[in-house]
């Protein structure tokens, strides 16, 4: 039997590239979300996620077979 590799969704490398495309719409509007979400706070929040999607999390799990090979 042929294992089939499972399709994994780069979800945090998604959330991060909108993240950075708000942080940049923000920066170049000269904009803020309020006195606490600006574009370094976005930009952070992008990092983070860059981050995680490279360690790993957020790939999805692995679906282990519990079959016998012969």
């Known amino acids: 039997m ?3 590799p499972t399709l994994e969704v780069p979800v945090f490398a ?3 590239a ?3 495309g ?3 719409l923000l920066d170049l509007a000269n904009a803020s ?4 979400i600006d574009g370094g706070t976005l930009l ?4 983070l996620c860059v981050a995680l ?4 999390v957020g790939a999805g799990a692995r ?4 079959r016998r090979r012969r």
Not at 44 to 47: E, F, Q, V
Not at 53 to 56: D, F, I, K, P, V
């Open 22 to 24: 708000l942080a940049l």
């Open 63 to 66: 679906a282990f077979s519990f």
């Open 44 to 47: 952070m929040a992008g990092l």
């Open 33 to 36: 979300l309020g006195s606490v």
């Open 2 to 4: 042929v294992n089939n």
């Open 53 to 56: 999607h490279l360690a790993g």
């Open 14 to 16: 998604i959330i991060a």
């Open 18 to 20: 909108v993240i950075f």
